[in-house]
């Protein structure tokens, strides 16, 4: 073999940074050590989890021919078998009565860490665009919290954000399994975004962390199966044992925001019991995933998405399973998302309070242990709630509930709603504002008093595709039709173009925004997830 082909071959099996280096902040985050520890990871895992994700379309190909996501029955031991509980959660992650999330920008890590939530959910995935910079600077800036040097100067405001004295307890959510990272090959191909977000963070936080007398915390995304489970937490144990760490310094929540998932939380809770400390209900990503789960079924197509709250008895179901089964365990239960954002009119602001109050009365007395809100504004509003119910206490491990067998028929069954032509365009809007959003690198966006994610963008797309791919009627008489969609979708964008002016409509990328839009929502195929064909845009 030729000297040059030795040298080829050695290359490709070497992890490559193809993104630019930008500082030496950037050299430090992507520092050959911190690589050597990525690239153990590529080679250890990646091949699995890209079976991991074929296992996903075999299983999506079996509820496309009629199949419907049940129990498993060559898991039932597991649960049936009551003696097994997950190692119980360390004393810091015992009181989460409210956590706040967001992305991982510089300035909003400082003022979610200062909110007087009880956690901060940093997220990499749903609330984060996966541009290049996005992705390491937010390395830098959790490094720098986890220090406690992190500052950010605003010049626009002439003030200065720093962290004080006790701030919000840190955990870090990567990207979901699907997501590539273009920008870190390893053989000419773009790593699992997963694994970059994992590693960086683990390498460059774990012996600071120690140092505060804490572990390393994740949330853990999207989850489908117990195998996906499994793999999560031997990528856990390979980096403990590669740091010669204890066992159980990295704890994880498991975000049941899955159809599928729902059905094997014991199974996850088996798979991860050294490590996992409590799963929540990712509740707008589950009812995106009920829709893409079920999309070929006529028989459970969901009304427009404003109108299905947790209220809905298989949304309610599934929160109180999670309760069940996680304090059966011994693990946390935490509840959902308020997305609320403060009003400047009082008669909103006072109907967004009595919204919030009553989504969290609904989780406290349910059983959850905690909450998500999205606003600091929020925090010590849903804190009163969990304050008076909890009675002085921190968690309620101790609740279990007493009402009926939840079945699966429950969880799967449809909810009946309104199907009108408002409730599409208000979804086009809201996907066109968050996309565009998106494509230009941000990932968490105030829109009509809420602050969207990618989750809504991808309910608002799954809706109306389900309701094109079946011929739905709407509520006045009209057959819901791709040229129909097609001419709200072009009257929409002149809506927007209205709102924010035609400046901002001009330097935007609303039209190109449109165009895939109008892809996803009309294509024979559905699209698994929108942010895996935008991520050519960014």
């Not at 088996?270 to 990503?285: E, L, P, Q, T």
Request: hydrophobic share 40%; net charge negative.
């Amino acid at each position: 073999m030729a000297l040059n082909e030795v040298m080829d071959t050695a290359l490709a099996d070497c992890i490559q940074v193809v993104g630019e280096i930008k500082s030496p902040d950037y050299q430090t985050i992507l520092s050959p050590d911190a690589l050597a520890f990525l690239e153990s990871l590529v080679k250890q895992f990646g091949q699995r989890r890209d079976q991991l994700l074929r296992d996903r379309e075999t299983q999506q190909a079996a509820f496309d021919a009629g199949e419907l996501p049940d129990f498993r029955a060559d898991t039932k031991k597991i649960r049936e078998d009551s003696s097994w509980k997950v190692s119980p959660p360390p004393a810091p992650l015992l009181d989460r009565r409210v956590e706040i999330t967001g992305p991982v920008d510089r300035k909003m890590v400082i003022n979610a860490l200062n909110s007087d939530a009880k956690v901060f959910m940093c997220c990499f995935e749903d609330a984060s665009s996966p541009t290049w910079e996005n992705m390491v600077e937010g390395q830098i800036n959790l490094r720098d919290a986890n220090l406690g040097s992190i500052s950010y100067y605003d010049e626009s405001k002439g003030k200065l954000y720093s962290l004080h004295d006790d701030p919000a307890l840190l955990i870090a959510r990567p990207r979901g399994l699907h997501l590539p990272e273009k920008s870190i090959q390893f053989q000419g191909q773009p790593i699992a975004g997963c694994l970059m977000d994992f590693a960086l963070y683990f390498f460059h936080n774990y012996q600071s962390r120690a140092r505060q007398g804490l572990g390393v915390y994740y949330y853990i995304p999207k989850l489908e199966s117990m195998e996906e489970a499994q793999w999560w937490d031997d990528v856990f144990s390979y980096a403990e044992s590669y740091f010669e760490v204890s066992n159980g310094t990295i704890r994880a929540t498991v975000l049941i925001e899955t159809l599928p998932a729902v059905f094997q939380m014991d199974e996850i809770l088996y798979a991860m019991k050294d490590h996992i400390v409590a799963m929540n209900c990712g509740r707008w990503d589950y009812i995106f995933s009920y829709i893409k789960t079920l999309k070929n079924h006529p028989d459970r197509i969901l009304p427009d998405r404003h109108g299905i709250g947790m209220d809905k008895a298989f949304l309610n179901a599934y929160s109180q399973l999670l309760v069940k089964t996680c304090h059966q365990r011994g693990a946390l239960a935490m509840g959902g998302m308020s997305a609320f954002i403060p009003a400047k009119d009082p008669e909103e602001m006072a109907r967004v309070k009595a919204k919030v109050i009553e989504d969290k009365q609904r989780e406290s007395n349910n059983g959850h242990d905690g909450t998500w809100v999205a606003h600091p504004a929020l925090v010590d509003l849903a804190m009163s709630v969990f304050d008076d119910h909890l009675k002085g206490k921190v968690n309620q491990l101790d609740f279990v509930s007493t009402d009926a067998e939840i079945t699966a028929e429950t969880l799967l069954a449809p909810c009946n709603g309104v199907r009108d032509e408002a409730g599409v365009r208000k979804n086009i809007r809201i996907a066109l504002y968050y996309i565009e959003a998106w494509i230009q690198g941000h990932g968490c966006v105030p829109i009509y008093g809420l602050m969207e994610d990618a989750a809504t963008a991808e309910i608002s797309r799954a809706n109306i595709w389900q309701w094109i791919h079946h011929g739905i009627t709407l509520d006045d008489g009209q057959k819901f039709t791709a040229p129909l969609f097609h001419t709200w979708l072009d009257e929409e964008l002149t809506t927007i173009k209205q709102e924010v002016g035609e400046a901002r409509y001009a330097a935007g990328r609303f039209n190109e925004t449109a165009d895939l839009f109008y892809k996803l929502s009309t294509a024979k195929q559905f699209a698994n997830f929108l942010t895996l064909p935008s991520y050519s845009l960014l």
